[in-house]
């Protein structure tokens, strides 16, 4: 396997170059930091409910959905991400998403503990350190034929932008945020007092990630990796790709006489979970859009889970049922959030 070092890309480039060497079939490392700050929303993610795009557009910081999981974030030079793509067929990988997330957070859960922070993976994907604060969020996904784990260490984090980048419903909730961020979320300069040079941890990351991989071999970006990257960005900062889940049911909107128009949000281990609801006489479920920031494999499957509660029962027990079939049939993995968890969401949705 590979490593490419990149130190730091221009803008979106950070993100856009695993998805590119997934595609193309790379096996191996990669890391790399933002030159320039960007907002990335999780692809299950309703990018509308999540980000202040407004405020991303007058301070401009660039916005694009990832084709992994997670939650809505702030990202800038003070993160150096880790980025691991496997064939799906390389059996030196682990198949269960689970115990995907426990060895890949191994490197940097050792990353820091080398560098003088007691850390250890929190299920379903975080890495904290032994006071409880979280000090890198992770995740991952299913692109093409690859698989993808990637991760970030916190140097120092930006909590005011961060902050304003988050969508809020006011004022007072975006200072509760704030707050709850500096409490709980914590970074190398302020466990440290101050930052190990950049390059030490770059190699000591590498190093531990070899525990797990063997040698990895220094390459370079080639000609046709930064081609596909050009003809990737202009598909991944479009509006259609952008906003492929905002919900196609606007709200306030009165349809017709006897339908409803619902909104659920549960928040279960793995994430919080969204819907969107168009009920029938309170007993037919006619449109349903599922988003949210957990993690979900094969990514496709979250479609197949909308097409199959079109048009059912409004009741839990059938509900429950035709989730739990498509988690069958597709056998789909969603650490921490199961088909009980989606069903409560759909189930107990309100105007």
């Given amino acids: 396997m590979n490593v490419i070092k990149l130190d730091r890309l221009q803008d979106q480039d950070s993100m856009l170059i695993f998805h590119v060497l997934a595609r193309l079939g790379y096996e191996g490392l990669v890391i790399v930091s933002p030159q320039t700050p960007l907002a990335s929303v999780g692809y299950f993610q309703d990018a509308q409910k999540e980000i202040d795009l407004e405020y991303c557009k007058k301070?401009?910081?660039?916005?694009?959905?990832?084709?992994?999981?997670?939650?809505a974030t702030y990202l800038d030079g003070n993160?150096?991400?880790?980025?691991?793509?496997?064939?799906?067929?390389?059996?030196?990988?682990?198949?269960?998403?689970?115990?995907?997330?426990?060895?890949?957070?191994?490197?940097?859960?050792?990353?820091?503990?080398?560098?003088?922070?007691?850390?250890?993976?929190?299920?379903?994907n975080d890495i904290i350190t032994d006071a409880g604060k979280k000090i890198a969020g992770e995740g991952g996904g299913?692109?093409?034929?690859?698989?993808?784990?990637?991760?970030?260490?916190?140097?120092?984090?930006?909590?005011?932008?961060?902050?304003?980048?988050?969508?809020?419903?006011?004022?007072?909730?975006?200072?509760?945020?704030?707050?709850?961020?500096?409490?709980?979320?914590?970074?190398?300069?302020?466990e440290l007092g101050t930052i190990p040079p950049r390059e030490d941890i770059r190699r000591i990351l590498i190093e531990e990630f070899e525990r797990l991989t063997g040698n990895l071999e220094p390459v370079e970006l080639d000609t046709a990796t930064i081609k596909k990257m050009r003809e990737l960005q202009s598909q991944f900062m479009s509006d259609e790709f952008l906003f492929k889940k905002t919900p196609r049911i606007p709200e306030g909107v009165t349809i017709k006489q006897g339908i409803d128009i619902l909104y659920g949000l549960y928040k279960a281990r793995g994430g919080l979970?969204?819907?969107?609801?168009?009920?029938?006489?309170k007993k037919t479920l006619k449109d349903i859009v599922v988003s949210g920031d957990f993690n979900l494999f094969p990514?496709?499957?979250?479609?197949?889970?909308?097409?199959?509660?079109?048009?059912?029962?409004?009741?839990?027990?059938?509900?429950?049922?035709?989730?739990?079939?498509?988690?069958?049939?597709?056998?789909?993995?969603?650490?921490?959030?199961d088909p009980t968890d989606i069903t409560k969401t759909v189930i107990e949705a309100k105007k």
Avoid: C
């Fill in 79 to 124: 993160q150096i991400f880790y980025q691991m793509i496997w064939h799906k067929s390389n059996d030196r990988f682990p198949t269960n998403i689970k115990k995907i997330f426990e060895l890949m957070s191994q490197p940097p859960v050792n990353t820091y503990r080398r560098i003088g922070i007691e850390a250890s993976f929190r299920e379903e």
């Fill in 142 to 190: 299913d692109i093409a034929d690859s698989m993808v784990f990637v991760g970030g260490i916190l140097l120092d984090f930006d909590y005011v932008t961060m902050s304003r980048v988050l969508k809020v419903p006011d004022e007072k909730f975006r200072d509760k945020i704030y707050k709850s961020m500096e409490e709980n979320l914590t970074t190398i300069k302020r």
């Fill in 299 to 337: 990514k496709h499957a979250l479609q197949e889970l909308e097409k199959a509660l079109k048009n059912k029962d409004f009741d839990r027990a059938t509900v429950l049922s035709a989730i739990e079939k498509i988690y069958t049939e597709h056998q789909i993995q969603s650490p921490g959030v």
């Fill in 59 to 71: 301070a401009g910081i660039s916005v694009m959905r990832r084709e992994v999981g997670g939650g």
């Fill in 273 to 281: 979970i969204r819907t969107a609801e168009e009920v029938e006489n």
